[in-house]
């Protein structure tokens, strides 16, 4: 089976591959292709990958090619990895939203519609190739902002693309391992849109283990979302939020600690990685232990100033091991093997959110099998929930509408719809210096 992974000199794809080292079943991933636009990012994932496999006489085939095209052809599995702009464009993303007082983060606020508006037009140009030249491929969607990326897919491929994300899996494993269940024998209660959910219930042997959680203050305050979000608030809630709505419920501090930070998390890891593949033009450099190194530091500070506007403290080791290829492998197996598998993924609505139409991508537990993801009847949101969900899909679609049309207009009305953008003036100077900034962004008229 040939799988194609498209951001092929992304920092993360020996996560992906490591992860395909440990499958040995029946229909298992053989050939791996590499695709990016940057020759030489792709010689230094591809030497990590060599140094990963070594000694390993099955592991994958490993090729890497700047020819997206030829990438496609005879793909079974097509992994869309990509960052449109790189580190410097979500690093100018965060500034000049920050300059205005509002948040740069990459998937939520102004930096999500930023990094949104330059990357829809790629992926659907990828979707529409997809199409072409590898019909019967299914495409697993990684690029963030992801809800919005597959749902741009979706109108091109439909419900043969597929989001994921590992932010729900990790909060689901975190809630469970606190109550002493076994994560993978826990059902979650998990919907909203990607980035923006909630767990409301956490079944085990049929019986919801979630309120004795709530009911106690110090399990509750023992783990990363007790303690980023505050156990009262969490009770007030009567639901585990996914760690990225602290932008939302914590905004004024979390801008402030970004203001104020050193280094923005984009130019932090730009930097990061620079200096790792900087190293990796050493032919005789160790490759996977300079990646391992250089990951373990990039973990460690993951969601460093909400931690610190908290008092949250430093991450659990237990939440430094990603978790995003595990889910890519397990979907991959479900549908080539027809495994049935229960995932929280991100798929086309249908009747199971009745706030929003069939057509939205949404975050939920899914059923998966040969034929795909489908998505699990679920509870309705409760009111403020709801809200927040349906005002941000309503960005979505602004942003997708000024992709497709190239409208100055409909970007600015994208960016003040945003709950977390509080000004229409602020909406069309952001534009225009986003505008300034990124070159992908001169389709907007």
Partial sequence: MKLT??????FRVPLVYGALLTDRGEGRVTDVVLHDLDAGRLQAVARVLAEQAAGLPDAPAV????????????????????????????????RVALAEGVLGQETVGAGGIAYGLRTVPVAVDIARRVAR???????????????????AMSRHLGDRVIGICDSPVGLGRRIARVLGADPNQAWIDYVGLNHLGWVRGLRVAGRDELPRLLADPGLLGSFEEGKLFGVDWLRSLGAIPNEYLHYYYFNRETVRAYQQ???????????????????????????????????????ATYMAENRETAGAGDRDADDLSGGYEKVALALMRAIARDERATLILNVRNGATLAALDADAVIEVPCLVDANGAHPMSAAPLPGHAAGLVTAVKAVEREVLAAAESGSRATAVKAFALHPLVDSVNVARRLVEGYREVHPGLAYLR
């Fill in 63 to 94: 090729t890497a090619t700047t020819d997206l095209d030829d990438a496609l052809r005879g793909a079974d599995f097509v992994f869309s990895a990509i960052r449109v702009g790189g580190l410097e464009g979500r690093a100018d993303d965060e």
């Fill in 5 to 10: 992974i498209l951001g092929g000199g992304g």
């Fill in 133 to 151: 030249l590898a019909p019967d491929a299914w495409l697993i969607n990684f690029t963030n902002p992801a809800g919005l990326v597959t749902e």
């Fill in 261 to 299: 930070a050193e280094k923005t998390r984009g130019a932090f890891l730009a930097g990061q990685q620079a200096r790792f593949y900087e190293e990796m033009r050493d032919p005789d450099a160790a490759a996977l232990a300079a990646w391992d190194r250089t990951r373990a530091e990039r973990e």
